[in-house]
């Protein structure tokens, strides 16, 4: 994300020359021209003799608990237990069904979330509790059918007419649902959902011009953003703000009422009158949206090495480090960013413990139990400490097309690497098997959807 924004004129000049002509930013003109194929509907399941038998050399951390074990029995253990007996027996059945991605019930379960069933697009009356998450279901269904490969165009027209209602005049934000207050949470997830339908007619909805001076509102002057006007300041608000920024192409100035808001916040910060949040410079006067916002995100990170849905000491959490370190890599480079700003190897560490075995999946928290929804949070936060560790890669060459310049190229790249010149790469830091056999294996519903572990109830999240 670069500053942008015209120089000179008065802040109306300013403004019109912004965003003159531009009625979708540029990011949103690159995917709208993206053509996009539906894989058919019908996708082979494989049977037990089309497909590969499951390995019989299983790898035993996932077919038995673990060697040490907490023999003091407490409530945590005995849960812990009722997670990892049932995946134990799950990975250890050479007979288990469900080792492979069952994607037409998953559809068939996508879209019974955007109420569309035999029944006359119904939603069941357990949606009622979600009123606030409209924008949420849309968006998680949606995107879950345009990965399973569905043909999202006949949602378009349903999308623009459900979210149209629930965006705020003023703001140009989206509320949870009718008549609710702009939130950037919900604000994300209908961008997105308009995104991943794509269209002219889609991103025209979009007030980029409200956007980014109800975005200019939610500025805090320690560098985090709110979530909503008067709302709570956290990693939530930083990262929802900065991805609507980026993808949007808004410019990174602040709108002109808020560089006079934040400046008498400093002053008023430096004089003792307000605090301007934990361990935030108070010399820091905002000039623009990304100022003090990395070094706030810094001040997440917590002794575990972690990241907390905010500065001051709170608990680390696979939801909040996703959002810190995509913010982060939204700014720059995450070789750049992640170096810069955080404790990596301390991060690393605490990731690395949210990897539980036999189960193989994820956990949020120390402490706690593995949970499917992580997959996405800290297997989010793995790609990005990996291009971290990393830094940006060359594209692999075709075999096929490969000439011979580039096949010399790529053997002295080898040769370099082998004498320890050059850039190395570090293979991965966790378990995609274990990770794979817990998703696949331990929470595939077999009438479609995903749950959090064995035994509880599904949900498109
Ligand atoms: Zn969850």
Redesign the pocket.
Known sequence: MSKSGPSGGSPTDQLDAMFQGATLGPKLVEISSRSITPLPRTFPNPSHDAYPPPNPATNPLFTTLPLLRDLLETKTSMDQDNVANPCVKIHSDPLNSLHHLNREAHIEFLESGLGIDEDGEQLSPGFVVLDASRPWILYWCLIGLFCLGADLAPYRERLIETLRPIQNYYTGGFGGGNGQTSHVAVTYAAVLALCTVGGREAFQLIDRIKMWKWLSSLKQVDGGFCVCDGGEEDVRGVYCALTLISLLGLPTELAPDDVTRLKRQSEETQQGKRTGGWGHDPKLVPGNLLDGTAEYLRRCQTFEGGMAVGPGGMEAHGGYAFCALAALSLMGEPEVMLNKYLDLPKLIRWLSARQYAPEGGFS?RTNKLV????STWVGGCWALVEGALNGPQKDEPDDDDETEEGRDEKTKQTEEEKAGKGRGIVGSLWSRDGLVKYILGCCQAPYGGLR?KPGKCV?P?
């Open positions: 949020g949970d499917g929804c992580y959090d949900t999240e």
